[in-house]
């Protein structure tokens, strides 16, 4: 059987904390049944399994949500196939690789800084060798780069997109930079697609002041486990835009 492209775990140390903390708590259900008077072993029950709960949706994610959310985001794009592509932040390459497989004479480049926190087997090797098992090696290309300054002229590109991405810049300012440089090396007419589950709203409005004035978010509800094991509290947003034509 041909194996299949792996596109790793996302957040593994966020994911092993969680399972770590979680197992602990449940195991101390038994041993603190009151604290301060009150029924700590149900709360401690509760917050365990809540953790290992939340771990178990962030893998579920890295199985299969991101393949669905990957999906629907490409989607949004309208595709002629001879597009020059751009993926900030590909990882293993799970948008490149996706949006290769829709070029017949276009190329798909990947730029990241590859972070081993961000996912698994993080690096530029996973990427080609996803590509070549998905039979795209001869479209894509992947260099380092760094989504606040991105090493692409003006105008380069037809497509740019990105997957949670910019929930990683730790500033307003970066994550501006970060908008500022996708309409950059945006050519006139070209599009730009990204998901995320917070900043999104200031992404509209940052790319609105970059020179696509139609850039709107909409809600994605295809990935439920992640609501649940958040309490509601993270929902998922794709932003599309379209960069003015002069």
Known sequence: M???ANYGIDSPY?????????????????ALPHLFGLPARWITLAVGLLLVSSAAGMVSYSKSGKL????????????????????????????LISAARRLTTGKAIGV???????????????????????????????????????????????VVISNFVLHEMQTGAERKAMIREIARVLKPGGQVALVDFIFTSQCVQDLIESGTPGAERTRMNRFWSTAITSLGAVRLYKVIATKTTP
């Open 112 to 158: 990241d800084i590859w972070l081993p926190k961000a996912l698994t087997g993080n690096s530029p090797k996973r990427v080609l060798e996803n590509a070549e098992l998905e039979g795209v090696a001869g479209k894509i290309e992947v260099k380092e780069g760094d989504a606040r300054r991105l090493p692409f002229p003006d105008e380069t590109f037809d």
């Open 2 to 4: 041909k194996p299949k």
């Open 68 to 95: 669905r959310i990957r999906d629907e985001l490409m989607d949004s794009i309208r595709w002629t196939g001879d597009e020059t592509v751009l993926d900030i932040g590909c990882g293993r390459g799970l948008l």
């Open 14 to 30: 966020i994911i092993t904390g969680e399972l770590l903390a979680g197992i602990v708590l449940t195991g101390l259900v038994f």
